[in-house]
């Protein structure tokens, strides 16, 4: 089923969902079996896998002297959504993104995802900080609007050198990211909400936002899409703090203000297990205000912090 079939079909209770991190190469599916066991009992109705570019490392060679060498520290989110759904039965979620992918890359994921019978994304642009410029394709999307348009495509039949192939299986169907507190590079709300109805209009099934901690923010918003003619879910993205650099970090990194009834209580705080204990607290007062308004769904974003989020899912499910 589609994600909005999966909210439709909890008779009316929020629903739940969550977002992993693929471990570092080198590492088990195991780890990531261990946080979907940690959190499978609160009935997730699908799970996120997010999906990462190569980097550039330096590295020592026995020569004495250092290359540069480009390496993808992660395993791809095709495989893990496969063994996700393989093993558990729940719906699994790969985010797709344009920064350091190829146009022909995104066709590759999407035929193997289509074998596989992974049928729903999350349509991101994607990190470009960490990109250097031989990472800039020319053949790439530059845009998620962009991306969008080679996922309708595919699902039409069309390849991306405007060739015919079979169309899917059962054609794909996505979220896309949207920002209750402005995406870092908009100039307005107003242009915001712009590229956002474009992506309504173009297809996208339901939005996902950006982690915030102040739910005013989050309802002006919808209120905002509403007015606009957007229609679709909105599904509030969250996270329980679990560091005390954190009050500083997240708002730098994902322009995520937290109120001063939060803040203060951080700053009190002299080490990270109070400041996680601040974290989770303030997360259940959030969830429940959310779930008293009606939001379809809460979506966690899990990264380090799988065990808050539980201890968050225990209060309010």
């Known amino acids: 089923m589609t994600v ?14 969550f977002e992993i991190l693929p471990p570092l190469k080198g590492n088990s599916i195991e780890k990531v079996y261990r946080i979907i066991d ?21 590295k020592d060679m026995p020569d004495g002297s250092i290359k540069k ?25 790969p985010h797709m993104i344009c920064k350091g992918f190829s146009r022909e890359e995104t066709e590759y994921a999407l035929i193997d995802l289509d074998f596989l019978g992974i049928t729903n994304l999350l349509l991101l642009r994607g990190d470009v900080k960490k990109l250097e410029a031989d990472q800039l394709y020319a053949n790439r999307n530059e845009f998620a609007t962009d991306l969008q348009l080679q996922v309708n495509n595919f699902n039409k039949g069309i390849s991306i050198d405007g060739s015919k192939h079979d169309v899917p299986q059962q054609t794909f169907s996505y979220g896309m990211a949207c920002y209750p507190e402005i995406h870092e590079e908009a100039p307005n709300m107003e242009s915001d909400l712009h590229f956002m109805k474009q992506k309504a209009v173009n297809g996208a099934e339901y939005f996902v936002t950006q982690m915030f901690f102040d739910n005013q923010k989050y309802f002006s918003f919808v209120e905002r899409c509403r007015k ?56 259940i007062k959030q969830c429940k205000e959310l779930i008293s308004s009606g939001v379809p769904s809460i979506h966690f974003y899990s990264l380090m912090a799988s065990e808050s989020v539980r201890r968050v899912a225990q209060e309010i499910y």
Request: aromatic share 6%; with cysteine.
């Open 69 to 93: 060498v480009n390496v993808r520290k992660r395993p791809g989110s095709v495989a893990i959504a496969a063994a996700i759904q393989n093993k558990y039965g729940i719906t699994a979620i």
């Open 38 to 58: 940690r959190l499978r009992e609160f009935d997730p109705k699908y799970i996120n896998i997010t999906t990462h570019h190569s980097e550039y490392i330096y």
């Open 4 to 17: 909005t079939e999966l909210i439709k079909n909890g008779n009316g209770k929020t629903a739940f969902s």
């Open 228 to 283: 606009e003619g957007i229609n679709q879910p909105i599904i509030p993205g969250v996270k329980p703090i679990v560091l005390k650099n954190q009050l500083s970090i997240l708002p730098k990194i994902f322009r995520s203000s937290i109120p001063e009834e939060m803040a203060s209580e951080l700053r009190k705080c002299k080490d990270d297990d109070a400041a996680k204990e601040i974290g989770v607290e303030w997360c």
